[in-house]
């Protein structure tokens, strides 16, 4: 079974003015901004937002707490939309599409991996793997347990299709969540700091196993805060205060960040 349906592919859509998406550009973010209003304050999270993804590419959004990078993620997974600029997925533009096509899309294009799993505990692992297909129109039983299997199968947990999410270590749960993320072959997996949640050696093993994936084809976008596995990436992208920045930019705005929270405390 191939991971990626759309591998071979270029992307077709055009943006706006009728400009054609670059070869092989799975995501293409052009000036995103993101502005969360409430009765007395305006919060921009994101500000011009650039960047293309293209495909199997291994992508890291790494910088500090409240930088963006989790608000940017929810728009390129489509459970939030932009408040402004362009982004266009697999030759389409979806930043003003409805909830429902979003949801159609989300279903069909992309592969999401949670830092807390999100498996259902009254599931089994082969039923939790399984859900997402249950969404699909005019998918048979039969097709569904195959590509179930090879999910499982891909992450090295067939043998445990039938325990349930409180028989797994933490390490084997973020297993059957990539398993789950990748049975609806997406185009891209995102995921949301996926070993925030597990030891060393867990996370070691999830990294690993999302680096085999991507040696295989897979596309992969990840947001983390350690350094160590956005070293994993074939290409890092930083964020501070809602804009994506250089590495040098990173590290001097860090630096002059922390001395200005030092000179804070020092008078307080």
């Known amino acids: 079974m191939n991971l990626h ?18 070869p092989d550009t799975l995501i293409k973010l052009d000036g995103i901004k993101k502005v969360f209003l409430t009765d007395e304050v305006e919060t921009h999270a ?63 294009e992309i592969g999401f991996i949670f830092q807390a799993f999100n498996l259902i505990g009254d599931l089994n692992v082969f039923e939790n793997v399984e859900l997402p297909l249950t969404y699909r129109d005019g998918m048979g039983k039969g097709e569904r347990r195959d590509r179930v299997q090879w999910a499982l199968e891909r992450v090295g947990m067939a043998h445990r299709l039938r325990h349930y999410p409180a028989q797994l270590s933490g390490g084997q749960q973020q297993r059957v969540a990539v398993a789950r993320a990748l049975v609806g072959q997406p185009s891209i997996l995102l995921a949301d700091e996926p070993t925030g949640n597990l030891d060393s050696k867990n996370g070691e093993a999830v990294m690993t196993l999302l680096d085999e994936l991507h040696k295989g084809g897979a596309t992969i976008c ?46 307080a």
């Not at 071979?8 to 670059?22: C, L």
């Not at 997925?89 to 279903?107: F, K």
């Not at 630096?255 to 804070?264: G, I, S, V």
């Open 222 to 267: 990840m947001v983390t805060h350690d350094p160590r596995y956005a070293d994993f990436a074939q290409r890092k992208i930083f964020m501070f205060d809602g804009r994506v920045v250089d590495e040098d930019t990173m590290h001097r705005l860090r630096k002059e960040e922390d001395a200005r929270l030092f000179r804070r405390a020092e008078t």
């Open 46 to 108: 994101l500000s011009e937002v650039h960047f293309d993804i293209h495909r199997a590419e291994y992508v890291s959004i790494s910088g500090p707490s409240g930088c963006g990078k989790s608000t940017l993620l929810s728009i390129l997974g489509l459970l939030d939309t932009p408040s402004g600029g362009s982004y266009l997925l697999n030759g389409r533009q979806v930043e003003d599409i409805s909830a429902a096509e979003r949801a159609r899309i989300r279903n069909k």
């Open 5 to 22: 349906p759309h591998d071979t592919g270029t992307a077709t859509g055009t943006g706006e003015g009728g400009q054609r998406a670059v």
